[in-house]
């Protein structure tokens, strides 16, 4: 669901203006933001096994810590009380928190049965990667909706506004396109590099689009 939970963090910004796309986009991603580092230090496991899916070959062995549903609630209320005690906006931490705990929705939906309910729990998934079709349906469809949802909330200041923002959309297409044609990838150490990076760009490439934007509607608008 890796576009699905960037339309989560765009369509957040009409109900919580006050936060910065940046901060949406990682409370959404935040879960996937965890798992790498996770796995660098041993405590979760994964293992590439092609054709486990039709859409991805990672077979998600343990990651209780960063993906079980119990977790991903205390994930959800620490990031949302956090971004509360920082910047003073109830409405924004409870969106904030509801987006990270979005992402093992989406995943639940995304993966075959090995979303664990808590550590050591038993483990559930809806199979939407099993089919190729329907995942880019439903993802594709996730996407517009939250682009176009963000568009009606914010419009730019300046040409940078639109930049940032379409060479994002870009480049989240190609790399989509990629991921469901690329090759496995080489090794587990290689998923995780990967997936700090792109934590590491598309986090600060969200705060930078936002400060190129300026809100249209006031909060419950």
Do not use: C
């Not at 920082?86 to 075959?112: E, F, N």
């Amino acid at each position: 669901m890796f576009i699905g939970h960037i339309a989560v963090g765009l369509a957040g910004k009409r109900a919580a203006p006050r936060a910065s796309l940046g901060t949406l986009i990682l409370a959404a991603m935040f879960l996937d933001v965890l798992w790498p580092v996770f796995v660098l230090l041993g405590w979760e496991t994964v293992r590439i096994a092609p054709g486990i899916t039709a859409v991805t070959p990672l077979d998600f062995t343990s990651y209780p810590i960063s993906h079980s549903l119990l977790l991903a609630l205390v994930w959800g209320a620490l990031f949302g009380l956090l971004y509360r005690l920082r910047r003073g906006d109830a409405r924004g931490a409870v969106v904030l928190g509801a987006a990270v705990v979005s992402h093992w929705v989406l995943d639940w939906v995304s993966h075959r049965p090995d979303m664990p309910l808590w550590p050591g729990g038993p483990r559930v998934g809806l199979g939407l990667w099993d089919s190729i079709p329907a995942t880019v349906a439903v993802e594709g469809a996730m996407f517009v909706a939250g682009l176009w949802i963000y568009l009606r909330a914010t419009r730019a200041r300046n040409r940078r506004g639109w930049i940032s923002l379409w060479s994002l959309v870009l480049l989240l297409a190609f790399l989509y396109v990629g991921d469901l044609k690329g090759a496995p990838p080489p090794s587990v150490q290689a998923i995780a590099v990967v997936g700090i990076i792109a934590a590491a760009v598309f986090t600060p490439w969200s705060y930078w689009i936002d400060r190129n934007r300026e809100n249209v509607v006031a909060a419950g608008g």
